[in-house]
């Protein structure tokens, strides 16, 4: 008998409601978006445009602008040498926890999947950031698996407060929380808070995400917002591509960036632009019709559409690719990359299994001298914390 | 004629040189030091003969391999500004950093927050202009051009008055041309042009209108060739201003001058 299940779309309690209308907006845009409506000639215009509309977004994302890749991809080095002239931005990912209560059936960490938990302790955390700084990097991501239990918001503060003393920029991809508690992470600091939406077709979602609050379509969509309220610098965006329809998807996540750009004109925006990876225990999983073709043509519609946005290029994908699309229409690309709890120190090292598999594993200094051998400038930090 | 004084030099001749805060410049072009691999630094600076250079403080790492303090020629005077600031209370802690890390009394305030456009905040670009200013900085307000803020940044204590000529990095040129005009006009302290200079020959067209100096970044940043380019807009920018102190000839605006007046018609009849 199929177990019975919370309602996807309603509120638990303690969850806090926000009085907005961006989900609206992004929902409706997204289910008005029909990829087929578009032609060569509104693509082509959408090219030759100086500033692009929604509409001209939709033009760039739909099937009739593959042929124009190259122009695409053209375009897109000019915007981001206008706007980030030749910095490119290296930053690592630490997992301090992979405890998950959600059970998401495409994730490695997901609650049902048997593999080893782990989360650092202070101490640990430390350590695991001092041998980081020692590479040069000065911007760390802190992840956790999603378990507010495991790993809750004094836990995640305690994280934050730590990577302050070694680093300039820190970021946060932990599960969404209410306003008061980015506020307080704000204060702890942390600069950025990014939240992968996974899919914005509710339907789609409700029957990915099974358990846990992470099923709460409404509360997750709305995090960034919560964010931005809560005084972060700046949110960032994905859609896991290939759970879903991805370009109506990829439409929908920069629709999301859009509206919340226009309502809080200081949030500094980037987006992430993950493809669905084996993890351990289903090696099955992959990105479907997600191939490099159509991942580059969503990488450089949302660098036309919003040239002021940084983009993140993924350890998913192979280093030969990463390394064609930072300065072309990435700005930011992880080094040293290790998806499991902790293991940048060297006793410390594999404690936790991994959420997924990657597919670049060169160090920091591999990955800087890749960037300056495109004749880019690696760049460790652009933010001075006063 | 605007924070220009003429000087003598070794041989005896005058020399066009310009003034800010007591420190005498003969170079008209202040390069941006952002968006290079900063290898490409030190060519840029030689090849633009430029004796300023911006450096954003947040860029400024005091540790990893490139340190973009090291590739800055020395003799260059360091403008340091405060991007990345969004209000009054930022860019007057990130100057006072500035200072701090040694690199001088000047400092371009930029404070922006909208990270779209990029457009500066007039209103806390004045009060961070006055509390700095008071605190001995030789303060270099980027700001949109309005007359009204520029006579209140006068008032604050700036040393120069920084107007868009278009948004950061657009290379739009002069779009704000007539609201430059009347800070050139109006304003009795150097007038430097900075953000949307696109090409030496918008440099060129700026200087002709009598602003004071240039300042350029992304143009030179994106070019195909960095050094050829910053050599480009220096001599763009030495034209400009060679056309201005020369004087301009007339621009007949209806086309040409007609053989026959309209008012070949009137009848001379002597006076009473």
């Known amino acids: 008998m199929e177990k019975e299940r919370i309602n996807h779309m309603e509120y638990l309690p303690g969850m806090e409601v926000l009085n907005s209308t961006v989900m609206d907006e992004v929902i409706s845009a997204m289910e008005q978006y029909d990829d087929s409506n578009y032609t060569a000639q509104d693509v082509q215009n959408a090219l030759a445009a100086d500033t692009r509309s929604p509409q001209h977004f939709a033009a760039l994302l739909s099937p009739a602008a593959l042929p124009f890749l190259e122009q695409m991809a053209q375009k897109a080095q000019w915007e981001t040498r206008r706007h980030f002239g030749n910095s490119v931005y290296l930053f690592t990912p630490l997992y301090i926890a992979n405890y998950c209560e959600n059970y998401c059936i495409y994730c490695g960490f997901n609650s049902h999947n048997k593999i080893r938990r782990a989360r650092l302790t202070a101490e640990e955390m430390k350590r695991e950031m001092q041998a980081i700084a020692k590479t040069g990097l000065q911007e760390i991501l802190i992840l956790t698996g999603e378990s507010r239990s495991m790993s809750n918001v004094e836990y995640i503060g305690e994280a934050c407060k730590i990577a302050r003393r070694y680093f300039k920029n820190v970021g946060l991809e932990v599960y969404p929380m209410n306003t008061e508690e980015y506020a307080y992470l704000r204060k702890c600091g942390a600069d950025f808070v990014t939240v992968f939406q996974e899919t914005y077709n509710a339907d789609k979602y409700e029957t990915l995400h099974l358990e846990g609050h992470k099923r709460i379509f409404p509360y997750r969509i709305n995090a960034q917002e919560r964010a931005l309220l809560g005084g972060m610098r700046g949110v960032g965006f994905a859609a896991l591509l290939g759970l879903a329809d991805f370009r109506k998807d990829a439409f929908a996540t920069g629709m999301h960036a859009y509206l919340l750009q226009r309502k809080y004109p200081h949030a500094e925006i980037s987006f992430s632009c993950p493809r669905l990876r084996p993890i351990i225990n289903n090696d099955k999983i992959n990105p479907k019709d997600v191939h490099e073709a159509q991942l580059l043509q969503i990488i450089t519609a949302y660098r036309l559409f919003m040239p002021f946005a940084n983009i993140t290029i993924s350890t998913r994908e192979r280093a030969e690719f990463r390394n064609n699309v930072i300065g072309m229409a990435a700005t930011k690309i992880s080094a040293g990359v290790s998806t499991g709890v902790g293991s940048h120190e060297e006793e410390i090292v594999d404690k936790g299994d991994a959420q997924f598999e990657i597919a670049d594993s060169r160090s920091v200094q591999e990955v800087y001298q890749a960037v300056k051998e495109r004749g880019l400038q690696p760049v460790m930090n652009d933010y001075v914390y006063v | ?272």
């Open chain 2, 1 to 272: 004629m605007k924070g220009v004084f003429e000087t003598m030099n070794s041989n005896g001749n005058k020399q066009d040189t310009w003034s800010l805060g007591g420190h005498t410049f003969t170079s008209r072009f202040i390069l941006g030091s952002g968006k290079y691999s900063v290898n490409l630094i030190k060519a840029a600076v030689e090849f633009a003969e430029a004796q300023i250079i911006t450096l954003a403080v947040r860029r400024a790492n005091t540790q990893g391999e490139d340190n973009i303090l090291d590739y800055i020629p020395e003799g260059v005077t360091l403008l340091p500004n405060t991007s990345g600031a969004r209000n009054a209370e930022e860019a007057v802690r990130i100057a006072r950093l500035a200072r701090a890390m040694g690199c001088g009394e000047f400092v371009k305030i930029e404070i922006i927050k909208d990270s779209k456009y990029l457009l500066p905040d007039n209103y806390e670009t004045i009060k961070a202009t006055e509390i700095l200013a008071k605190e001995g900085f030789i303060v270099m307000p980027y700001m949109y051009p309005d007359l009204n803020v520029a006579r209140s940044l006068v008032d604050a204590g700036a040393a120069c008055v920084m107007p868009l000529g278009a948004p950061i990095g657009s290379n739009k040129g002069l779009a704000t041309k007539a609201f430059i005009q009347i800070l050139v006009d109006e304003i009795s302290l150097p007038i430097i042009v900075d953000a949307g200079i696109g090409r030496p020959s918008q440099a060129c067209e700026a200087m002709e209108m009598g602003v004071t100096a240039i300042m350029a970044n992304t143009a030179i940043a994106t070019a195909g060739n960095i050094p050829q380019m910053a050599g480009a807009f220096r001599n763009a920018i030495a034209a400009g201003r060679g056309a201005y102190l020369s004087g301009l000839g007339r621009v007949l605006e209806g086309g040409a001058s007609p053989s026959s007046p309209l008012t070949g018609f009137l009848k001379d009849e002597g006076e009473n």
